[in-house]
């Protein structure tokens, strides 16, 4: 499993949404105990603002690699993207969620986004 890094990133610019490709090793154990678990370590953090936007089963690629089989596509809004660093580097979340999204999970692709207004 390869594990979530920081990259410079913009911040201070207002919500991010992160998309979450998955591919499942156990999808009882990511949205049984990971989600739980998740939205736990946010509420002990105190942070506002963290909302699921966005759950999707993927029904085919059109234009993907071969080897790219994902199983769903979820959107997660943050309010920043520091209350996202906040969260995954925190001891809370490697404690207590970490090692079930790694459980639950065997590939996994997470792009941070933030929306344009045209």
């Not at 966005?54 to 199983?71: C, G, H, L, R």
Request: aromatic residues 10%.
């Amino acid at each position: 499993m390869v594990e979530i890094k920081f990259p410079d990133i913009k911040q201070g610019q207002g919500p991010v949404v992160m998309l979450n490709l998955i591919k499942f090793k156990d999808k009882k154990v990511y949205f049984d105990e990971y989600i739980p678990a998740f939205e736990q370590v946010v509420k002990q953090l105190a942070i506002e603002g963290v909302k699921v936007r966005f759950v999707s089963e993927v029904v085919a690629n059109i234009v993907a690699d071969e080897n790219e089989q994902w199983d769903e596509v979820v959107l997660v809004e943050y309010p920043s993207a520091e209350a996202f660093i906040t969260i995954a580097q925190s001891e809370i979340y490697q404690t207590i969620a970490n090692r079930l999204r790694i459980a639950g999970t065997a590939e996994l692709k997470l792009i941070m986004t933030r929306q344009i207004d045209f």
